[in-house]
């Protein structure tokens, strides 16, 4: 039985629906002020669109390309992150986000405001910006271009770690404990392959620091990355594995809490995308609504990709070499909508879909 010293899990994390108008939009309900927020149009062939608090609201990151960060034209794009959402104006860089009319999506996380420069690790970072609760920091350094360590700030030790170099094209790097070969090789968020080999990659991670190698990807010198750290709480997050038996009984994993958000990705075998879902666009199982983070297609309903979210895990309906190909391994990234029992107030179970 897990317990959670998160009772409220909707503090740290959320998703949130709502309808692009293509002029100033106030969205609220988020239900804190969120400092990392990642959109997506559900209903167009639209980039993602990733911003954050430290990186300021009007820095763009996509998930589905290696790009450079671009910067959205004044009272454009999104204007600013709120105390229970945030506001969007007229697109102009990437307009799924708030084109009129629109289906979107976005996911939110609480990290700890604009940050401030972290000096546990021997390159200072730019600004460190961390929840110690949910087990979730933000973190910009600029390269050296030689091995180093970057304080985190979470006092915990990471078990996934999301790089992406801000000012070039390297592809997005992650970094995913529970993956087979984790310490030699890497995921690319905006590719599908499994993991491939990747020199002076990612060195010891502890409860302060991350070791970052002096591969181009992660710590050229001069130029300036991104870092989403995440380290698990029970009850509240999961970055695991799992292994495939190809049958339509797929597998089940256990969680410990009712998954609000989960984003799976094959890691060994043939290439694969990944793919995103959530309990707000799929409120009931089975589960068959999915976003690809590596793509810009629109939102996907299909049998093919059938899961159930459960109130202690999920379970894996349909033998799809994206979810469940025999004997292949695949990781994901879970966050809860409610513990299975909370330790702090009532403990109150999770309740099934």
């Known amino acids: 039985m897990a317990y959670s010293t998160i009772s409220k899990p909707s503090l740290h994390f959320t998703t949130k629906l709502y309808t692009g108008n293509g002029s100033t939009n106030a969205v609220t309900g988020v239900g804190f002020a969120p400092d990392w927020v990642w959109q997506k149009r559900r209903d167009g062939n639209n980039g993602h669109v990733l911003f954050d608090k430290v990186r300021g609201a009007t820095k763009i990151l996509q998930s589905n390309n290696g ?110 404990r529970a993956a087979p070969n984790y310490s030699t090789k890497a995921l690319s968020l905006n590719g599908t392959e499994v993991e491939f080999s990747q ?21 050229t010198n001069g130029n300036n990355y991104i870092c989403y750290a995440f380290a698990e709480k029970a009850g509240f997050s999961k970055f695991g594995s799992y292994v495939g038996n190809g049958n339509a009984e797929g597998p089940f994993i256990y969680t410990g809490f009712k998954p609000a958000f989960v984003i799976f990705k094959k890691a060994s075998g043939s290439a694969n ?73 009532a403990s109150i179970p999770a309740t099934a879909k």
């Open 273 to 345: 995308d990944w793919y995103v879902v959530d309990s707000e666009r799929s409120p009931n199982n089975v589960s068959i609504k999915y976003i690809n983070a590596n793509l810009s297609n629109a939102e996907v309903t299909s049998s093919a990709q059938e899961r159930d979210l459960l109130s202690n895990g999920f379970k894996i309906r349909n033998s799809n070499n994206g979810l469940n190909t025999s004997g292949e391994t695949y990781v994901y990234i879970a966050f809860a909508e409610e513990p299975l029992v909370a330790n702090v107030g």
């Open 199 to 219: 020199t002076n990659w990612i060195g010891t991670v502890d409860n302060s620091i991350i070791t970052v190698g002096s591969d181009s990807s992660i710590n």
């Open 67 to 176: 790009a450079a960060q671009l910067t959205s034209n004044s009272g454009y794009d999104t204007v600013s992150l709120d105390s229970d959402g945030f506001t969007l104006a007229a697109p102009s860089q990437v307009g799924g986000i708030n084109a009129n009319g629109s289906s979107c999506v976005a996911w939110n996380w609480k990290a700890g405001g604009a940050g401030s420069a972290n000096t546990d690790g021997t390159i200072n970072t730019t600004k460190t910006s961390a929840n110690t609760t949910s087990g979730f920091s933000i973190i910009q350094y600029a390269g050296t271009g030689s091995s180093g360590t970057i304080g985190h700030g979470l006092s915990a030790t990471p078990r996934l770690c999301i790089f992406k170099e801000i000012d070039g094209g390297e592809s997005w790097r992650v970094w995913h």
